[in-house]
């Protein structure tokens, strides 16, 4: 799901949940377990929006390291960090990342071709353009397992946390933040696995222990909206979710001159003009979103119904998936803005059958099909009525922008003819001696263009010349690029033609037809329906219960319509739970483009260029992106073939013997690591049997002595360290057919409540967004002249200016 669209929406309607957290207030959070979901942070160190990104891998990993310090002074944590970095995903995951990194390809590849042309333009029209130093372009897509960057990045993170246990070396305020009870998890890329699955399985293996303490409080890094719903999956009462406040529209420094005061393609190649004002960025803020109180909602909204509480939150949970997920695409008629949710919550409690104990949908992860049917059938009913206000929606918008553009063009043509006419208001007067008064310009674009052709040229010819051109004239076509279609009725334009036209008679055959290639939809969707019916069945048992299968993948890049979900009961939903993860090495073979094969070891690589190689279709060069009714590209559907698991197998086989050592260490898989301080004696002393000689092939953690972590530890010469000792650490192990229960422990002590009974009182849930209150904003210019009246407002708002 879009995750800012969820998070408005959940803010929203559940007002109470997020807390803004201020970092420079000294206030002592109680958190006794801080897990970071690292790809949330190595991100924006890497290649930051906000502002200049670093040169070098030294300086992204200090960036890193700042992060988490600044994430550890806001949060405090008491007995855990963990540290989880993304691993080997689940093929259901793997193909979203290769959408992700082929049009992060493709964008740097076209951001490239876009500078170099401005760059010629601006030298053509004489204007000095410094190339500076040429910097090694930093391929955001490294950030995947099983390149050189993340094994450099894990020793990093290695030495740095065994120096932050340093406690003689550190200030008094790192010594503080890294005590000597913290107990450090890191499970790098080589661990297979999403960052926070990684996580989630922690947490429920910890919490299936008998000795395990129910009041530990959570508190999970990260900026995607499934976090949420895994937090609720764990039924822990205490459990809070700390992310960087979302900012829309934030300003970024130009790509030709570092400024940020225009964008890349109104760059002049001026250098910075040192009498104005300097724009300083001001890194986003972070808020709490706290799902205990989450968790009061939703009990008023079960209580209300007669529901239980816990198995509601496990419904609602699974009633999320279908607006939009990480493995599965959203029903073509479940939009977020569009009040899906709200949608879905009110047909599922019109649906479901509060006369039987077994009446909800889902339990421990698993779905009960038939008590499913009902509400998909029930949304099937809708679905022509929710195209038909979509597309009546969508005109009325388009019809809105058009008499908008059409508005600003007949004010322009009257400001230019009162400017012809003379109308002394308009016309520019030229400042000269007292007492005279020159004659107004009677064409003062005209006159203007004169003077600047007399002056010689400038950045903005282009614009002026446009500004001439005879009414009637076409501005020609930019080369390459495709001209957009113009709707007739109601003059917008759009970057493709819609061929469905949900909404209009016929529009399911066109879906398939268009979509999927077939003009009979019956036979298709009934094989799509069922693929996605197991689709689902795999994304709630990968919340509650780990992966199901590692081989598992949705084949279609399209969801089909509720109204083909027919007798899903029947649908047998049988998954390999002996199914291994991918290595390294070869998932990069999988999602990498071959504009990114710098990271592939040079045997292998040849397979992603040779015209030659047996899955050289695995990588083409171009694509088409579906726009499936969005506006932006980055939210169509990339048209990326599948790859093959047993073609990329059978290629890959003779090519194994010639990776050298590093490059075998490179495709292997790697455990979690455990970080004991020196001065923890009691957990230092008690891994002593590992260390002395014994040969112990594992020794298992117990509780009391290692700070409430359960499972078991070994010792691996590879992890030396001065000032901690770091061992290997393995989850508590369940029997296979072990099931997780999905509850709220019985002597867990809930927190106190946070809604009022005013709170209460006045909560409204509303439908859809159409609640949202109007805000105004500032643009640049505003900021500027507030700067000037604002006492101290450089050092107040989000975005600020100051004098060099």
Same mark, same amino acid.
């Given at each position: 799901?879009?995750?800012?669209?969820?998070?408005?929406?959940?803010?929203?309607?559940?007002?109470?949940?997020?807390?803004?957290?201020?970092?420079?207030?000294?206030?002592?959070?109680?958190?006794?377990?801080?897990?970071?979901?690292?790809?949330?942070?190595?991100?924006?160190?890497?290649?930051?929006?906000?502002?200049?990104?670093?040169?070098?891998?030294?300086?992204?990993?200090?960036?890193?390291?700042?992060?988490?310090?600044?994430?550890?002074?806001?949060?405090?944590?008491?007995?855990?960090?963990?540290?989880?970095?993304?691993?080997?995903?689940?093929?259901?995951?793997?193909?979203?990342?290769?959408?992700?990194?082929?049009?992060?390809?493709?964008?740097?590849?076209?951001?490239?071709?876009?500078?170099?042309?401005?760059?010629?333009?601006?030298?053509?029209?004489?204007?000095?353009?410094?190339?500076?130093?040429?910097?090694?372009?930093?391929?955001?897509?490294?950030?995947?397992?099983?390149?050189?960057?993340?094994?450099?990045?894990?020793?990093?993170?290695? $030495?740095?946390?065994?120096?932050?246990?340093?406690?003689?070396?550190?200030?008094?305020?790192?010594?503080?933040?890294?005590?000597?009870?913290?107990?450090?998890?890191?499970?790098?890329?080589?661990?297979?696995?999403?960052?926070?699955?990684?996580?989630?399985?922690?947490?429920?293996?910890?919490?299936?222990?008998? =000795?395990?303490?129910?009041?530990?409080?959570?508190?999970?890094?990260?900026?995607?909206?499934?976090?949420?719903?895994?937090?609720?999956?764990?039924?822990?009462?205490?459990?809070?979710?700390?992310?960087?406040?979302?900012?829309?529209?934030?300003?970024?420094?130009?790509?030709?001159?570092?400024?940020?005061?225009?964008?890349?393609?109104?760059?002049?190649?001026?250098?910075?003009?040192?009498?104005?004002?300097?724009?300083?960025?001001?890194?986003?803020?972070?808020?709490?979103?706290?799902?205990?109180?989450?968790?009061?909602?939703?009990?008023?909204?079960?209580? $209300?119904?007669?529901?239980?509480?816990?198995?509601?939150?496990? =419904?609602?949970?699974?009633?999320?998936?279908?607006?939009?997920?990480?493995?599965?695409?959203?029903?073509?008629?479940?939009?977020?803005?569009?009040?899906?949710?709200?949608?879905?919550?009110?047909?599922?409690?019109?649906?479901?059958?509060?006369?039987?104990?077994?009446?909800?949908?889902?339990?421990?992860?698993?779905?009960?099909?038939?008590?499913?049917?009902?509400?998909?059938?029930?949304?099937?009913?809708? %679905?022509?009525?929710?195209?038909?206000?979509?597309?009546?929606?969508?005109?009325?918008?388009?019809?809105?922008?058009?008499?908008?553009?059409?508005?600003?063009?007949?004010? $322009?043509?009257?400001?230019?003819?009162?400017?012809?006419?003379?109308?002394?208001?308009?016309?520019?007067?030229?400042?000269?001696?007292?007492?005279?008064?020159?004659?107004?310009?009677?064409?003062?674009?005209?006159?203007?263009?004169?003077?600047?052709?007399? /002056?010689?040229?400038?950045?903005?010819?282009?614009?002026?010349?446009?500004?001439?051109?005879?009414?009637?004239?076409?501005?020609?076509?930019?080369?390459?690029?495709?001209?957009? /279609?113009?709707?007739?009725?109601?003059?917008?334009?759009?970057?493709?033609?819609?061929?469905?036209?949900?909404?209009?008679?016929?529009?399911?055959?066109?879906?398939?037809?268009?979509?999927?290639?077939?003009?009979?939809?019956?036979?298709?969707?009934?094989?799509?329906?069922?693929?996605?019916?197991?689709?689902?069945?795999?994304?709630?048992?990968?919340?509650?219960?780990?992966?199901?299968?590692?081989?598992?993948?949705?084949?279609?890049?399209?969801?089909?319509?509720?109204?083909?979900?027919?007798?899903?009961?029947?649908?047998?939903?049988?998954?390999?739970?002996?199914?291994?993860?991918?290595?390294?090495?070869?998932?990069?073979?999988?999602?990498?483009?071959?504009?990114?094969?710098?990271?592939?070891?040079?045997?292998?690589?040849?397979?992603?260029?040779?015209?030659?190689?047996?899955?050289?279709?695995?990588?083409?060069?171009?694509?088409?992106?579906?726009?499936?009714?969005?506006?932006?590209?980055?939210?169509?559907?990339?048209?990326?073939?599948?790859?093959?698991?047993?073609?990329?197998?059978?290629?890959?086989?003779?090519?194994?013997?010639?990776?050298?050592?590093?490059?075998?260490?490179?495709?292997?898989?790697?455990? /979690?690591?455990?970080?004991?301080?020196?001065?923890?004696?009691?957990?230092?002393?008690?891994?002593?049997?590992?260390?002395?000689?014994?040969?112990?092939?594992?020794?298992?953690?117990?509780?009391?002595?290692?700070?409430?972590?359960?499972?078991?530890?070994?010792?691996?010469?590879?992890?030396? /360290?001065?000032?901690?000792?770091?061992? %290997?650490?393995?989850?508590?192990?369940?029997?296979? =057919?072990?099931?997780?229960?999905?509850?709220?422990?019985?002597?867990?002590?809930?927190?106190?409540?946070?809604?009022?009974?005013?709170?209460?009182?006045?909560?409204?849930?509303?439908?859809?967004?159409?609640?949202?209150?109007?805000?105004?904003?500032?643009?640049?210019?505003?900021?500027?002249?507030?700067?000037?009246?604002?006492?101290?407002?450089?050092?107040?708002?989000?975005?600020?200016?100051?004098?060099?």
């Amino acid at each position: 799901m879009g995750v800012p669209a969820f998070f408005r929406w959940l803010s929203k309607k559940y007002p109470s949940i997020v807390v803004e957290v201020d970092p420079n207030v000294e206030v002592e959070y109680v958190f006794d377990n801080l897990y970071l979901d690292m790809n949330g942070i190595i991100h924006p160190c890497t290649h930051p929006e906000y502002k200049q990104a670093p040169e070098t891998e030294e300086e992204m990993f200090d960036a890193i390291f700042e992060y988490i310090d600044k994430l550890l002074k806001i949060m405090k944590p008491r007995k855990l960090l963990y540290m989880a970095v993304d691993g080997v995903a689940p093929r259901a995951k793997m193909n979203q990342q290769r959408s992700r990194r082929f049009r992060a390809a493709k964008e740097s590849v076209d951001k490239k071709l876009e500078i170099q042309k401005i760059k010629e333009d601006l030298r053509s029209k004489g204007m000095p353009v410094e190339e500076g130093e040429k910097k090694a372009h930093f391929d955001s897509n490294v950030i995947t397992p099983g390149t050189p960057f993340m094994i450099n990045l894990s020793k990093a993170l290695q $030495a740095w946390i065994d120096k932050k246990f340093d406690h003689s070396q550190n200030d008094e305020e790192s010594n503080k933040l890294w005590h000597k009870d913290l107990i450090v998890i890191l499970s790098d890329a080589s661990s297979p696995g999403e960052g926070e699955h990684k996580i989630m399985e922690y947490i429920r293996r910890q919490k299936s222990q008998p =000795d395990y303490d129910p009041n530990i409080s959570h508190c999970l890094c990260g900026a995607d909206a499934d976090l949420i719903m895994l937090g609720l999956a764990t039924h822990e009462l205490n459990f809070t979710i700390i992310r960087e406040e979302f900012i829309p529209n934030q300003p970024k420094p130009c790509e030709i001159c570092g400024q940020y005061n225009h964008e890349m393609k109104e760059c002049e190649g001026k250098p910075a003009d040192p009498t104005e004002e300097v724009f300083i960025p001001v890194e986003p803020g972070f808020i709490f979103i706290r799902l205990n109180v989450l968790r009061e909602y939703l009990e008023i909204e079960a209580k $209300a119904d007669n529901l239980d509480l816990e198995r509601f939150i496990d =419904d609602f949970v699974f009633l999320c998936f279908f607006v939009g997920n990480d493995f599965l695409p959203h029903l073509p008629s479940l939009e977020i803005r569009e009040g899906a949710i709200d949608r879905l919550v009110k047909l599922y409690k019109s649906v479901i059958k509060r006369d039987s104990s077994d009446c909800y949908m889902t339990k421990n992860g698993i779905v009960n099909l038939k008590r499913v049917q009902p509400l998909l059938h029930r949304l099937g009913e809708l %679905e022509d009525d929710i195209f038909r206000r979509r597309s009546e929606n969508d005109k009325r918008f388009r019809k809105r922008i058009k008499n908008e553009r059409e508005n600003k063009a007949k004010q $322009a043509e009257r400001i230019r003819q009162d400017a012809a006419s003379g109308s002394p208001w308009l016309a520019p007067q030229v400042v000269g001696p007292r007492g005279q008064k020159p004659d107004p310009m009677a064409e003062p674009r005209t006159e203007a263009y004169h003077v600047r052709m007399m /002056h010689g040229a400038s950045s903005s010819d282009s614009g002026l010349k446009s500004m001439l051109r005879e009414e009637g004239s076409e501005e020609p076509e930019r080369k390459g690029t495709k001209r957009p /279609h113009s709707d007739s009725e109601t003059g917008s334009e759009d970057s493709e033609i819609d061929e469905v036209m949900l909404g209009s008679a016929g529009w399911k055959e066109r879906y398939y037809y268009h979509k999927f290639d077939t003009p009979h939809p019956d036979g298709i969707s009934e094989i799509i329906a069922k693929e996605y019916v197991i689709g689902f069945c795999w994304v709630l048992l990968y919340y509650y219960q780990g992966c199901p299968d590692w081989q598992w993948f949705y084949p279609f890049h399209y969801a089909p319509f509720a109204s083909d979900f027919k007798d899903i009961a029947d649908v047998e939903v049988k998954f390999n739970r002996k199914s291994t993860p991918f290595q390294p090495l070869e998932q990069l073979m999988s999602v990498f483009p071959a504009a990114s094969s710098k990271s592939i070891p040079d045997p292998w690589k040849r397979l992603m260029m040779d015209p030659q190689s047996k899955i050289i279709d695995f990588y083409p060069e171009t694509f088409k992106i579906d726009l499936n009714g969005k506006m932006q590209e980055w939210q169509g559907v990339a048209l990326l073939p599948f790859i093959d698991e047993e073609r990329l197998h059978e290629a890959l086989k003779p090519l194994r013997s010639l990776l050298d050592d590093s490059e075998r260490e490179r495709n292997s898989l790697g455990p /979690h690591l455990v970080f004991i301080s020196k001065k923890n004696s009691e957990a230092y002393h008690y891994l002593d049997p590992l260390f002395d000689g014994q040969n112990l092939e594992k020794l298992l953690c117990d509780p009391e002595k290692m700070g409430g972590l359960a499972g078991a530890v070994k010792h691996n010469k590879k992890y030396s /360290h001065h000032n901690s000792r770091c061992v %290997e650490f393995f989850d508590p192990v369940y029997e296979d =057919d072990f099931i997780f229960p999905a509850k709220k422990l019985s002597n867990a002590d809930p927190p106190p409540k946070a809604l009022k009974g005013e709170e209460i009182a006045n909560w409204n849930p509303m439908i859809g967004m159409s609640h949202l209150k109007t805000r105004a904003t500032l643009g640049q210019p505003g900021h500027r002249f507030m700067s000037h009246h604002t006492q101290n407002y450089a050092q107040q708002p989000r975005f600020g200016y100051r004098r060099p």
